[in-house]
């Protein structure tokens, strides 16, 4: 199988996940992340660091920016936007990065204790922007940048 089959095949995936994410109820999910704060405090405390400032409002935020950022990588990666002349790519990366988080909140209308939230849109939005950012200077910066196969 060829490099842009795999990389297409992990954005669908990874599409898949996110919205997997969105269909949980809202006391499950909040329960994963109060683990998630949970373990964070503990190893913070651990390390003799106070985090006394973390919720588990930050937290959820910040997977939402973090699972983003993930999709600008998997959107840069899977339409070779960091090759030259792949303009159609590029755009077809940004249009997909700006539908996802419409797509996902517009679900969690209709999960039980969810709500799809306009301000969700945005941060994942700069997560998106976030990782192809960041992708698209690392594959700026590799020398000679990826040849497809």
Not at 22 to 30: E, G, R
Request: aromatic fraction near 12%; charged fraction near 20%; hydrophobic fraction near 50%.
């Amino acid at each position: 199988m060829d490099r842009k089959k795999v990389w297409y095949i992990l954005l669908i995936a990874y599409v898949c996940m996110i919205y997997g994410n969105s269909l949980m109820p809202a006391d499950i999910s909040s329960m994963e992340s109060g683990h998630f704060l949970e373990m964070l405090l503990k190893l913070s405390s651990q390390a003799g660091l106070e985090l006394f400032w973390l919720t588990e409002h930050i937290v959820r935020k910040w997977a939402h920016f973090t699972e983003y950022a993930g999709l600008g990588i998997l959107l840069i990666m899977s339409f070779s936007v960091w090759r030259r002349g792949e303009r159609k790519g590029l755009r077809a990366a940004v249009e997909l990065g700006a539908a996802v988080p419409f797509v996902d909140e517009t679900i969690q209308l209709f999960v039980r204790g969810r709500s799809g939230q306009i301000s969700d849109v945005w941060l994942d939005m700069c997560g998106v922007a976030a990782g192809m950012a960041v992708t698209m200077w690392l594959m700026g910066r590799k020398k000679g940048g990826w040849r497809e196969t």
